[in-house]
């Protein structure tokens, strides 16, 4: 429980003020969310959030003004950035230097403000994230752009406020004869709400303003026909699709993808490069180099062989491939998805509403305020300018009445006391008129000041006719706006340097698939795996000999070799019907005895390896349990996400899968051959395509089960090795029958094993 003040007052005791205070019990927590709203609000008023008329923050708006007080205009010689901060402070923003001048900083950077409000001279940092250099060597004044945000601010075009101390006055809002808001963007943090504006093309903003005058109840997606989306400082590419856009403009909330612009550079002996022109708006380029250069260290981009900043005054980041054969649009991909050459905008246009509430809107809402607050400004300015004509009109009227009567206006001049009162009695004129004609100098005098007066008196009643219409008429005024409105396009048009679109329009980029294959380095190598289930990689494809002169562990040996690429996939089948995946370029290398597959795969103990192949997503595979059962199988259909494989042939209790052999194109016939050495050969046909299940039956045995199988070409032949060296069979008539028969003995010198061999 706290206490509260919440009366006081002054009694007299022994000679002294005594200050006697009535207490309030009041709860701890209400005093606290009553404290911290008012810094919250204050935060978000005074601080954080933009008006949505000028585009302004508080610091923004104080230095601005603080430059025009100083007179520090475009033509005009630059003064030291810390006398512009001095008077900031000083007069109008009671906070740290630096802060002031860091807000400073930012609205002369190129590469960080669309349309700079601030001419810097010296050192302002630059795109590398380098900062600028202190406030005592730097020199600032404004812009043109900043001149027509504060044109007309000593017209009455504003309203004015105290400073902090009371001393001075201080613009609640600038005039803005700009889109600032929108043309430059802005983002902060207040308290429990953000913004997040990207900056925009100022001839866009103006075609869309002139659109919306022209017809005020459009909507949105009629503006965006204008405003194609942001325009950062910094180019890019905009790689979003336009429901995207759409949906962000008309709700106020939305991201925007921007990506680096980049093209191919070709080099000597076919060899290129890709060199990178322009990156992401608010991306520190060295941070982008450093982030790209670990990714090559962490071998996470492993066909990206270097990186190199050969930027000068334009941005130039040269990235060489390890080798030319690698895709330049894959290669960009992989760098968009793991670096900063891609990033997201976010889009939160919450801002201060007259100045007081804050909240989102959308586009056509931002714009109409624009035009809203151009209004009242050209309504303030031409009421303050006829409150000038009337009285110029009331002293050129009483300067006319001197001149009519010269040698009266003289003779009171010389003979009254109080030649005011005695003019003002006898001509009938205003005390405004009497002061004018006072004052008048005697070279006034002349005949031909006469035919002046009377001129200017005449333009003035013509100036003040066309004011007192431009008040009272709601669509002269917005005629004035369109035409200030087309002043600001031609003045920033596509064709000046300025003004041209820097953000170029593409389309949201399709989700390339990076191949695993193309994240690895292509090599030749030999995969060898031990009668154990041992595997290893050799370097380079062996040659029989070789492969035949490895050795294994003691009690182990060889069992399967194939030549393949470390970017191939590996298919192990084993006795259980399920299939594994393995990454040619995870197996371990040939030092030592390699490792087992069971580390690598869920193969059970009691189940062992069938085969072992390189993956091909075009073939059809043979597979068969020994139990005779077996189906074709495509091989696009058998690749395994997990270590714990995919079941494709299913086996009965007390069987196991024993043959997986890949069918040619050309196959027409089955050859199986079981354990009682009956060979029995088959149309293909008759085995069905299946991706899981138990098969049919291919061959029938009164004892024992299956002992080999495979598909070949009827017309060639069947083939087997015997005694080391390749047979074929081309007759093949007492062999052949319809699946499920038990067919006959094989021809003379069929090997004792009864296995085909050759795979």
């Known amino acids: 429980m706290a206490k509260k003040p919440t009366k006081s007052k002054s009694k007299t005791k022994g000679g002294k003020d005594v200050v006697a205070v009535e207490i309030q019990n009041r709860q701890l927590g209400d005093i606290l969310s009553e404290k911290y709203l008012s810094y919250a609000l204050s935060t978000i008023m005074s601080r954080s959030l933009p008006d949505v008329r000028d585009g302004l923050k508080p610091v923004h ?37 630096q802060s002031v001048y860091d807000a400073l900083v930012r609205l002369a950077q190129d590469f960080a403000v669309r349309y700079p409000l601030v001419d810097g001279q010296g050192n302002f940092g630059n795109i590398d994230g380098d900062n600028a250099a202190a406030m005592r060597y730097t020199e600032a004044r404004l812009t043109a752009v900043a001149q027509l945000l504060l044109e007309g601010i000593d017209e009455d075009a504003v309203d004015f406020r105290e400073t902090y101390d009371g001393d001075g006055k201080e613009p609640i809002v600038m005039p ?36 919306l005058i022209e017809n005020k109840n459009c909507e949105v997606k009629d503006l965006l026909k204008f405003v194609k989306g942001p325009d950062f400082p910094t180019g890019g590419i905009l790689a979003e699709d336009k429901a995207s856009i759409r949906n962000a403009y008309e709700t106020g909330r939305g991201s925007f993808r921007m990506r680096a612009v980049w093209h191919k550079e070709d080099l000597k002996g076919d060899a290129w490069q890709i060199v990178v022109t322009e990156i992401p708006y608010q991306v520190q380029k ?30 130039r980041v040269v990235l060489t491939p390890k080798n030319k054969g690698i895709d330049p649009e894959l290669l960009m991909a992989q760098l968009y998805k793991n670096s900063d050459l891609e990033s997201r905008f976010s889009l939160n246009m919450n801002v201060l509403d007259g100045g007081l509430t804050p909240r989102v809107m959308n586009l056509k809402e931002v714009l109409q305020a624009f035009i809203d607050h151009r209004q009242d400004v050209l309504v303030r300015r031409s009421k303050h300018r006829l ?131 193309a994240l690895i380095e292509k090599e ?18 062996l040659e029989k000999d070789k492969i035949e002169g490895i050795s294994y562990k003691e009690g182990d040996g060889h069992k399967f070799a194939l030549h393949c690429e470390t970017t191939d996939k590996l298919i192990v089948f084993g006795t259980n019907g399920k299939f594994y995946t393995l990454g040619a370029d995870k197996l371990p290398s040939g030092r030592g005895y390699g490792e087992p597959v069971r580390l690598m795969i869920d193969l059970q103990n009691e189940s062992d390896i069938v085969t072992i192949m390189k993956h091909d997503p075009d073939r059809k595979l043979l597979v068969v349990s020994d139990d005779g059962r077996g189906f074709v199988v495509p091989e696009k ?53 299946m991706n899981r299940g138990v098969g049919v039956i291919l061959q029938r045995y009164k004892d024992g089960g299956l002992s080999d199988a495979k598909t070949f070409r009827l017309k060639s032949g069947l083939s087997f090795y ?28 069929f090997p004792k094993s009864k296995k085909f061999g050759g795979i």
Not at 62 to 77: I, V
Not at 288 to 303: N, R
Not at 524 to 541: A, E
Request: glycine share 6%; net charge neutral; charged share 30%.
């Open 61 to 97: 708006r104080r230095l601005l003004y603080a430059m025009s007080q100083l007179n520090l205009k475009p033509e005009l010689s630059p003064k030291k950035s810390a006398r512009v901060v001095g008077d900031v402070i000083g007069k109008f923003h009671p906070h740290g230097d």
């Open 176 to 211: 803005a004869n700009f889109p600032n808001l929108l043309a430059n963007g802005s983002s902060g943090i207040a308290v429990g709400m953000a913004t997040n504006i990207p900056p925009h093309n100022v001839a866009e903003l103006c075609d869309a303003l002139d659109h």
């Open 286 to 315: 060295s941070r982008l180099i450093e982030k790209i250069a670990d990714l090559i260290t962490s071998k996470k981009l492993p066909f990206l062989d270097d990186v190199t900043d050969e930027s000068a005054e334009d941005v």
């Open 387 to 517: 409150a000038h004509i009337e009285h110029r009109l009331e002293v050129l009227g009483g300067l006319l009445v001197a001149y009519l009567n010269i040698d009266e206006v003289i003779r009171i001049i010389r003979n009254e006391d109080e030649p005011k009162a005695v003019m003002i009695k006898k001509f009938k004129i205003t005390e405004v008129q009497a002061e004018a004609i006072l004052n008048m100098r005697l070279r006034s005098l002349r005949k031909l000041e006469e035919i002046e007066i009377k001129r200017e008196e005449k333009e003035l009643k013509a100036e003040k006719d066309a004011l007192e219409k431009l008040i009272g008429s709601n669509a002269r005024q917005m005629t004035a706006i369109r035409k200030q409105i087309r002043e600001i396009h031609e003045m920033f048009s596509p064709k000046t340097e300025l003004g041209k679109r820097r953000t170029n329009i593409g389309k949201a980029p399709d989700d390339l698939e990076v191949p695993v294959e």
């Open 524 to 541: 030749p190598i030999t995969v060898l795996c031990s009668d154990k289930g041992w595997i290893r990689t050799m370097k380079g494809h």
């Open 637 to 689: 259909e058998i690749l395994s996400q997990t270590k714990n494989g995919k079941q494709c042939l299913l086996v009965k209790k007390g069987a196991e899968a024993r043959v997986c052999y890949p069918v040619a194109p050309e196959d027409d016939s089955v050859a199986a051959i079981g354990e009682n050495r009956k060979l029995l050969v088959f149309p293909l046909e008759q085995v069905p395509e």
């Open 722 to 749: 015997s005694a080391g060296r390749e047979r074929t069979e081309t007759n093949l008539k007492a062999w052949r029958g319809e699946r499920a028969q038990a067919g006959c003995l094989p021809p003379n010198g």
